[in-house]
């Protein structure tokens, strides 16, 4: 027992990575590529975010740990119909305003709460979004999550979708926009789970704590 | 004169504080779940919560900038926070206040990410003891930060003046009370020194005006530490371990039993009694 308490607290301990706040000096611009969320001022690299710092001799990246979904073309996000209108339906798809489809670039009409994906087309100067692809999910939940989160939620080479498939058995989509589809299996584990990668994402080692994480639970509930 | 000797000797104040030395401030990022960016402020008696949400759409439109965004400041105090009671409708100088706030926050906060636009703050004071805006402000700026919108900086707000015609730092009530006394709120952005917010409240030479100014700069980088640490705190390990989701549903299940435990037990009590 005393084991696995220390295994447990040794996960939490690893942070692998410094974490910025807003306005901290990250050095002097030289040859560095700069990444995202770091800004320039007299010669000066700056953090705008609160977020974790990634650094290699050649470039520079601030990941956010808090934030809205910031939009890029080809993401996959998923939606809900928030209205209707007459040429065309209103998603909900997490942004700042709704975004629009219109009616011809669906093949059957879509009803109110209905649950879509789709892909971004294109992101215009005041961050309205314009989807493609659309397509319709049958039954399943909705489940928010932070948008900033979702590629912790993918993992490498998407080995955290899969630990989190097999781990639940459950049928689900990411979005980008941080909501995620859901059907089938044992969705209560896997809001669990993905609570849970929430929660730790700034910390290495992720995958596999959420593999003993999601073990330990079927255990549990075996026991129970 | 006796006022004098009460209020400021040997160099210390009333309270045991040196010119240049603030009342005690302790912060707390994050502590509405329900908002975006949250922060809890105490400093001395002064007691605020901030709240933020958006950047989200325009409401009402008409108010809506298609080159940038813009932050809606609400500042309020409780009813409970003074010792008159408050009325609860806003008033002249929470409208002021707001407005100024939000000017403050707009300089550090890049709004030109997010075009159309609308950030919300809101910030209630519960408890007031002079200085409630700049607590207002500070608690503002790490609820922004907690919430993840691009800044230039933090703001790190801080009033400065002088009583007596002696220069100090964040005054209570009964200083600023004081005749002739002198209230300067005052806001910075630390790394580049900017003054966001600067309002003068009495009389005050170009020499005396130049020290305060130092004396708020000072202080500030003391605020700015203490907001970063704030930040930061929030994701250290322990506190990472303390709200972990499903111990935090261990200790309710738990709580919940143990309740279910007494009132069953309280229940029984009752009948044998009875």
């Known amino acids: 027992m005393e084991e696995s308490n220390n295994k447990n607290n040794n996960h939490v301990e690893e942070t692998s990575k410094k974490i910025v706040v807003p306005g901290e000096f990250l050095g002097q611009t030289g040859k560095k590529r700069i990444g995202s969320h770091v800004f320039i001022k007299d010669n000066g690299m700056y953090s705008d975010v609160l977020g974790l710092l990634s650094e290699a001799d050649d470039w520079i990246n601030i990941v956010p740990l808090e934030g809205k979904y910031d939009a890029r ?59 493609t692809n659309i397509r319709t999910f049958f039954d399943g939940e909705i489940i928010h999550v932070s948008p900033v989160k979702v590629p912790r939620m993918i993992g490498k080479n998407n080995s955290m979708l899969n630990v989190l498939k097999q781990g639940t058995l459950c049928q689900f989509v990411v979005g980008r926009n941080g909501m995620v589809w859901a059907k089938g299996g044992n969705i209560d584990l896997l809001v669990k ?30 026991l129970k | 004169m006796s006022e004098e000797t ?65 932050i809606k400041f609400n500042y309020r105090m409780a009813g409970f926070s003074v010792s008159d009671r408050k009325s609860p409708k806003p008033g002249r100088r929470e409208v002021e206040i707001s407005k100024v706030c939000g000017e403050a926050l707009a300089r550090a906060v890049f709004l030109e990410k ?18 409630s805006r700049v607590a207002a402000l500070t608690a503002a700026a790490v609820a922004l930060a907690d919430a993840g919108i691009p800044m230039r900086d933090l703001v790190s707000a801080v009033a400065v003046g002088e009583i007596f015609k002696t220069p100090v730092v964040d005054m209570t009530k009964v200083e600023e009370d004081v005749e002739d006394a002198v209230d300067m709120p005052f806001a910075v952005l630390p790394n580049s020194k900017e003054i966001v917010l600067l309002q003068l ?19 500030s980088e003391k605020i700015h530490e203490i907001q970063k640490n704030a930040l930061l705190e929030r994701y250290s390990p322990e506190s990472v371990k303390e709200t972990e989701p499903a111990e935090k549903e261990e200790k309710e299940e738990k709580q919940k039993k143990e309740t279910k435990k007494k009132k069953t037990s309280k229940e029984k009590e009752g009948e044998l009694n009875e």
Not at chain 1, 107 to 114: A, I, K, S, W, Y
Not at chain 2, 204 to 210: A, E, P, R
């Open chain 1, 73 to 131: 073309r080809d993401d996959i996000v998923i939606g809900v119909v928030a209205s209707e209108r007459f040429a065309g339906y209103d998603i909900n798809i997490n942004g700042f305003y709704p975004s629009f489809i219109p009616k011809s670039a669906l093949r059957n009409p879509l009803r109110l709460g209905d649950i879509v994906s789709g892909i971004v087309d294109s992101v215009n100067e005041v961050n309205e979004i314009s989807l």
């Open chain 1, 193 to 222: 789970a993905l609570r849970k990668i929430e929660h730790e994402s700034h910390l290495s080692n992720l995958t596999n704590n959420i593999n003993e994480f999601l073990e330990e639970e079927k255990k549990k509930g075996e």
């Open chain 2, 6 to 70: 009460n209020l400021i000797e040997k160099g210390k104040r009333f309270d045991g504080r040196s010119l240049k030395e603030l009342r005690p401030l302790t912060i707390k990022a994050h502590v509405l779940p329900r908002a975006e960016g949250s922060c809890y402020l105490e400093w001395g008696q002064n007691k605020a919560i901030a709240g933020v949400y958006g950047p989200k759409e325009t409401i009402p439109k008409h108010f809506a900038d298609p080159l940038k965004g813009i």
């Open chain 2, 114 to 131: 997010y075009p159309n636009t609308m950030i919300e703050v809101f910030v209630e004071i519960l408890d007031s003891d002079a200085g």
């Open chain 2, 201 to 219: 409240d009495g009389l005050i030479s170009l020499n005396d005006f130049k020290q305060a100014i130092k004396n708020g700069l000072e202080a």
